[in-house]
C-alpha cells in the first residue's frame, strides 16, 4: 500500500441518486449522506409476486423509468411533510405520486440478491402501475431501516449496510475511464449505462483502481472491491433495448484475464471502484458531499492486480 500525495487528484464532476433500484437515476448539485449510501439511494425496489427483485437484467423497460424528489429533498436535515412525494413517469403512464410519509402496510418475504426480509409496502395504486407497465404482477416496497439491515460483504468492508442496491453503498467512476472506453467504441455511450454514484474528473483513466483511501469534504471513502459489470451497461437507457456493447470491447482490456493475469479468473469485467464511508457510521452534523468537492487519495494500491476484486 502506498502512501499517495495529499493534492488534489480530482474534482467531483456529477452526483446520481437511484431512489428507486434499477429506474433511472437523478443527477443532482449535493448529496446528504446516510449510514447506507447517499440519502433516499435505492430505497425502493420493484417486486414480482415472489416478493423477489425486479432488475434491469430482466426487465429493462425499468430504465425508461424516470424518478422525481422535491429539490429540498437533497437540502442537510430536510424532513418529508404529508405533501412531499416521489412521483413516478413512463412511456405510456399516468404519473404516480407515491408519498415520502412511511407507509404502514409490510410486504413479506421480499427478497434481493442473497438478502430476503420485511419491506414496507407502498400499496394498490403503485402496484397496478407497474404491474400494467411490466405486463406482471409487481409491487413497489421501500426498505424498512426501523426493523431491517442488509450487511455488505464483510470479507471486503465489515460493519457497513446497504438498502437495496446490489452490494456496495457508493459506486465512484472517472471521467477519464468513460472517456478512455468511448474512443474504443464505434458508438459513443452515455455515463449513465454504468449507473455510478460519483463521478469524478481530472484524473488518468482506470487510475480509480487503485484508490484505498480518499477524502472528499472532509469525508473519509475506503474503495473496497473493482465493480464487476453485469448485463446492465449493454442496455441503452433511452431506449432500454440491449446490445454488445460495452461489454464485447470491455473483456478485450478490463477483464479479470487482462487486469489480473495471475489471479483466479472469473471471466469477469471491471469498471467503476466501489466505496464505503468510514464517516457514514458516526452521528453528529449531517455530511454532505457536493458538485466541484475535490478528491484526496489517502493511499493507494500500485497497481490494478493488486486491488480487491
Not at 282 to 299: A, S
Request: glycine residues 6%; hydrophobic residues 35%.
Amino acid at each position: 500500500m502506498e502512501e499517495a500525495t495529499r493534492t488534489e487528484a480530482a474534482k467531483v464532476t456529477s452526483i446520481f441518486v437511484y431512489p428507486i433500484k434499477s429506474c433511472r437515476g437523478i443527477s443532482v448539485p449535493q448529496a446528504p449522506l446516510a449510514s447506507t449510501g447517499f440519502r433516499w439511494d435505492r430505497q425502493w425496489l420493484v417486486v414480482n409476486s415472489k416478493g423477489r427483485a425486479y432488475t434491469q437484467r430482466v426487465e429493462p423497460k425499468l430504465a425508461l423509468v424516470q424518478v422525481e424528489l422535491p429539490d429540498e429533498a437533497f437540502a442537510e436535515s430536510w424532513k418529508p411533510t404529508k405533501n412531499s412525494h416521489l412521483v413516478i413517469k413512463a412511456p405510456g403512464k399516468d404519473v404516480l405520486k407515491v408519498s415520502l410519509s412511511k407507509p404502514s402496510e409490510i410486504a413479506n418475504g421480499v427478497s434481493v440478491w442473497e438478502w430476503s426480509g420485511t419491506a414496507l409496502d407502498e400499496g394498490d395504486e403503485a402496484s397496478k402501475w407497474f404491474s400494467s407497465y411490466l405486463g406482471k404482477p409487481s409491487r413497489l416496497v421501500r426498505f424498512d431501516e426501523a426493523s431491517q439491515t442488509r450487511p455488505v460483504e464483510t470479507e471486503y468492508a465489515r460493519g457497513y449496510n446497504v438498502m437495496f442496491p446490489d452490494g456496495y453503498p457508493f459506486l465512484l467512476l472517472s471521467q477519464g475511464s468513460m472517456d478512455a472506453l468511448n474512443k474504443l467504441l464505434k458508438e459513443p455511450i452515455s455515463v449513465n449505462r454504468f449507473r455510478p454514484n460519483i463521478l469524478v474528473d481530472g484524473c488518468e483513466p482506470f487510475v480509480e483502481d487503485l484508490w484505498k483511501e480518499l477524502k472528499i469534504n472532509q469525508l473519509t471513502f475506503y474503495g473496497v472491491k473493482l465493480c464487476s459489470r453485469c448485463k446492465v451497461p449493454t442496455i441503452n437507457q433511452e431506449n432500454a433495448v440491449a446490445g454488445s456493447e460495452p461489454t464485447e470491447t470491455l473483456v478485450k482490456f478490463r477483464s479479470d484475464r487482462v487486469l489480473r493475469p495471475a489471479g483466479k479468473q472469473q471471466g469477469k469485467v471491471y469498471f467503476g471502484q466501489n466505496l464505503v464511508c468510514k464517516d457514514s457510521l458516526t452521528g453528529g452534523k449531517e455530511k454532505i458531499i457536493k458538485v466541484g468537492d475535490p478528491v484526496f487519495v489517502l493511499k493507494a494500491v500500485p497497481s490494478c492486480a493488486d486491488a480487491a476484486v
